[in-house]
């Protein structure tokens, strides 16, 4: 099974700081990894796909970047609303491994 | 719209069996790939399952020979049956469409929540 390593599991930032959170892939997976963010008590929603790709209604300070092990997913100006937790997913072979997420708090 | 309801969730002893659903609308189950994802209360994200539109299904290890997929196109709904429940199978239990090259999770439902204790 592929493992999937993020970091940090847990930050915090002021609004208007650039957040760049990691995730690491135990073997190759190109560019099948994916990025959601969930808020409590909700379901997640998908934010990246195919490590790049934003998904349609994701506001554009989201992006990701990576391929092969090393991804990355970077919120360009931090806004209250990006308080959650973020989690990367490999998609590249099952089972479909997720990170542990990374907590994401607004200083 | 793409819509997806689970239901299903309740309180079953240990060594019980449930039978979750997941009610799908906006788009065919039938030619879809539908994923189940299950959150443990306080922990992270652990995938359970996909169900390929041909019908094949892979699963994690720790439900394989336990969990059983099936489905009624008729109703445009998708069944996780799980048989031989632990404590350690308590958690919100997700539904999610799975799409594109990536195959990433594009609509997920609300979850429903299982809870495995005597």
């Known amino acids: 099974d592929i493992q999937m390593t993020q970091s940090p599991s847990s930050l915090s930032a002021s609004v208007g700081d650039r957040v760049t959170i990691t995730c690491r892939a135990s073997q190759s997976i190109a560019s099948n990894l994916n990025w959601y963010q969930q808020k409590p008590g909700k379901a997640p929603k998908l934010l990246i796909y195919a490590a790049s790709s934003l998904q349609s209604g994701v506001p554009s300070r989201f992006s990701g970047s990576g391929s092969g092990t090393d991804f990355t997913l970077t919120i360009s100006s931090l806004q209250p609303e990006d308080s959650a937790t973020y989690y990367c997913?490999?998609?590249?072979?099952?089972?479909?491994?997720f990170g542990r997420g990374t907590q994401v708090e607004i200083k | 719209e793409v819509q997806l309801v689970e239901s299903g969730g309740d309180l079953i002893q240990p060594g019980g069996s449930l039978r979750l659903s997941c009610a799908a609308s906006?788009?065919?189950?039938?030619?879809?790939?539908i994923s189940w994802v299950r959150q443990a209360p306080g922990k992270g994200l652990e995938w359970v399952s996909v169900t390929y539109s041909s019908g094949t299904t892979y699963y994690g290890d720790s439900v394989k020979g336990r969990f059983t997929i099936s489905s009624d196109n008729s109703k445009n709904t998708l069944f996780l049956q799980m048989n031989s429940l632990r404590a350690e199978d308590t958690a919100v239990y997700y539904c999610?469409?799975?799409?594109?090259?990536?195959?990433?999770?594009?609509?997920w439902g609300q979850g429903t929540l299982v809870t495995v204790s005597s």
């Open positions: 906006g788009f065919n189950v039938s030619s879809s790939y």
């Open positions: 997913q490999q998609s590249y072979s099952t089972p479909r491994t």
């Open positions: 999610a469409r799975e799409i594109g090259f990536s195959s990433h999770l594009d609509s």
